[in-house]
């Protein structure tokens, strides 16, 4: 693949990425790989096929606390046309939850191009301690602010293994 090919793929790869973040719809996502794509998560198992890609995607994104996700901006990205692949660094920012304070962390994920401009294989890899203080500062602010529904609070307060209304829980804090 020519480098202003693989240039061209990543941002139209890209602004389909911001379209379907903005309109939700992130069934949509899996429509980016071809029906073998492999889909590997940092901490997590690989996702194998559009369709498990489509469902893990769906899941993730279009739940608490997936759906605090704002923005998802590349920092920087690096493309290796002589194998098909770009790698790019993105910084991911939750909503305000409700103070105006900024939460964000980065990931940085390797594409590899399949054919008829989809992707055959993506990998994600953050650090999970990043991530962990994000939703843990995240988390606190959007309890104090009051910013949340009931179910998000239990949710937030499991993750963070303190107390809301009185009950005390157990998490990952």
């Known amino acids: 693949m020519q480098l202003s090919d693989l240039q061209q793929a990543f941002t139209s790869y890209r602004a389909r990425v911001d379209e379907i973040a903005a309109s939700g719809r992130w069934g949509d ?3 980016l790989f071809t029906s073998d794509a492999t889909y590997r998560r940092a901490g997590h198992g690989d996702v194998v096929g559009r369709e498990a890609i489509r469902g893990w995607v769906q899941t ?3 739940t608490f606390p997936g759906t605090m996700f704002e923005r ?3 920092v920087w990205s690096a493309f290796d046309p002589a194998h098909d692949r770009v790698v790019h660094e993105l910084r991911n920012t939750l909503r305000d939850p409700g103070d105006g304070s900024l939460h964000t962390a980065s990931s940085t994920t390797l594409l590899r191009h399949g054919h008829d401009g989809l992707w055959q294989y993506a990998e994600d890899s953050h650090n999970p301690l990043a991530y962990r203080t994000m939703w843990r500062g995240w988390g606190r602010a959007a309890l104090r602010a009051g910013t949340l ?5 239990a949710t937030i307060s499991i993750l963070l293994g303190e107390t809301v209304g009185g009950t ?3 998490g990952v804090g």
């Open 29 to 31: 996502f899996a429509d």
């Open 60 to 62: 993730s994104m279009t």
């Open 72 to 74: 998802h901006e590349v």
């Open 149 to 153: 529904d009931a179910d998000e609070a």
């Open 168 to 170: 005390t829980t157990t």
